[in-house]
Every structure is written in structure tokens, then in C-alpha cells.
């Protein structure tokens, strides 16, 4: 149902090897949110995302997800449950085309979306259907990077920095593909660095510093909390 809770962390430490990098996270996302993890370089946020995804070795604290208790759970049954990641190095394989990157991850739930409903979301990316990795721009490398993850038939999408090093014209897009997403009934989970893009497509923030989420609030408060951005995350 609408807005029901979906992901739930709660006082989540994860360390690797011997550092010890998140702290204490405690944030939720509810179903059919665009939640965004803001703050700096190093903060812990790709951190947390990994720890949601189980490829991270060493986490406690409560990882919920639709109810179920995911901490310690192994990544593929985590993806079995739904949950889809796009790393900030996006992962394409250089030596195959976009078809056969699209094809690579396992399709691991029912209501994936098929090749055709891909194509209607990423217009450019049949274009390029049969062009290797390589030769794909960084935008329509992120575009296949999100693209890939849709057929997996998760309905929660974790993405990394989906915006970095792109230009404007092609963040616009990436923007319209989220609010599309969302508009679709997809949740989805974003790390951005890019506050003005992140304000374009985010129902609620929360702020990671330290290894810790020290603060959150939703985009309606936005005006209210300026302040403490500027402190965070100097915009
Ligand atoms: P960024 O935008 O730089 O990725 P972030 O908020 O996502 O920032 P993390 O990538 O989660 O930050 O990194 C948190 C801390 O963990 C940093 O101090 C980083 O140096 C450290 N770290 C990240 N990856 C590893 C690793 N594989 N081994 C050891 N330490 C790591």
C-alpha cells in the first residue's frame, strides 16, 4: 500500500576489514519515495548502500525490507527480495554491446521489465543497441547502467551518484527517467553529491556525516533547513 515502510535501518554499523565506517544509520524509505542520501566526500553513503545490498562484510544493527529482517542476509537473496544497485562506476562491460549488457543480470523476480518496455523509457539506448561498452558516451553508459536493473524485476533501485561527471542536458534526462520511475511505482534509494539535481527529484533528504545520519527532513522543508545544507554539504 502507499507509503507503507519498505526499507528500514536502524542503528546499522558496518566496517571493512578493520575500519569501522558507519557508526549508527538510522533512516527509512517508504514505498514509491525518492529518498536521497546527501552529504560529503567519504561521509559513509555509498557505505550504506552496500550494506543494504549485503556486500558489505561486517554489518549489525536492523536492515528491514518489507518486513523482512535483511541484515545479514547473503546479496543474492537480497536481490531475490527486490532490491537492485547501480554503482557509481556504473559497471558496464567494455568488450559487450548494450544488448548483451542489458541481458547480463539475472532476472531474479517476476514484473521485470521486458527489452520493449526498456527501449520505451531509453529511446537512445535501442539506437546503440549493438554498440560495445566502450563506445558508449558517460550519459548513455549511466542510462544502460539503470536501464540493466529494471529487467531484474526489483522495485527498489539504489542508485550511486547516477549524475556524476555528466552534462547538464543529460542530467535533465536522468531526471525525467527518475520522476518516470517514480511516476511507475518504482522506490528508489539515491546517493547524490549534486544537491540542486537532488532537489529536482527527491521527496525527502537525509544528511550522512561521519558514518552517521545526523539529520532529515522532507523537500516541503527545504527553505527551513538551507542552513544546516550550507554547513553539511557547503551548497
Ligand atoms: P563518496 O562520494 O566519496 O563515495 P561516500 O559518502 O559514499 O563518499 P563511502 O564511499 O561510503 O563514502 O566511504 C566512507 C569511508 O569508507 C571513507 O572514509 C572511505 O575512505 C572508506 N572506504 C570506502 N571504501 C573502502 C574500502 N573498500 N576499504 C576501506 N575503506 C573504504
Same mark, same amino acid.
Given at each position: 500500500s502507499a507509503g507503507a515502510e519498505v526499507l528500514s535501518v536502524s542503528e546499522l554499523q558496518a566496517w571493512y576489514g578493520e575500519s569501522h565506517i558507519l557508526h549508527g544509520v538510522n533512516f527509512n524509505v517508504k514505498a514509491g519515495e525518492v529518498v536521497t542520501l546527501l552529504g560529503r566526500n567519504g561521509a559513509g553513503k555509498t557505505t550504506t548502500l552496500k550494506s543494504v545490498m549485503g556486500i558489505i562484510g561486517k554489518r549489525t544493527g536492523s536492515i528491514r525490507f518489507n518486513g523482512q529482517d535483511i541484515t545479514r542476509a547473503s546479496s543474492d537473496r537480497i536481490a531475490r527480495q527486490g532490491i537492485a544497485f547501480c554503482p557509481e562506476e556504473r559497471g558496464i562491460f567494455a568488450s559487450l554491446d548494450v544488448r548483451e549488457n542489458l541481458l547480463l543480470p539475472p532476472v531474479v523476480r517476476s514484473g521485470g521489465l521486458s527489452l520493449d518496455q526498456i527501449f520505451e523509457l531509453f529511446p537512445n539506448l535501442k539506437e546503440r +543497441?549493438?554498440?560495445? =561498452? #566502450?563506445? +558508449?558516451?558517460g550519459g548513455e553508459q549511466q542510462m544502460l547502467a539503470i536501464a540493466r536493473i529494471l %529487467? #531484474? =524485476?526489483? %522495485?527498489f533501485l539504489m542508485l550511486d551518484e547516477p549524475t556524476e561527471g555528466l552534462a547538464p542536458v543529460i542530467i535533465q534526462q536522468i531526471g525525467h527517467t527518475i520522476a518516470r520511475l517514480k511516476s511507475e511505482g518504482f522506490t528508489i534509494l539515491l546517493v547524490e553529491q549534486n544537491f540542486r539535481f537532488a532537489s529536482t527529484v527527491a521527496d525527502r533528504y537525509y544528511i550522512v556525516e561521519h558514518g552517521k545520519v545526523i539529520d532529515g527532513f522532507a523537500n516541503s522543508e527545504l527553505s527551513a533547513n538551507m542552513d544546516k545544507l550550507h554547513t553539511y554539504l557547503g551548497v
Open positions: +543497441l549493438n554498440s560495445q =561498452g #566502450t563506445k +558508449l558516451s %529487467r #531484474t =524485476g526489483a %522495485r
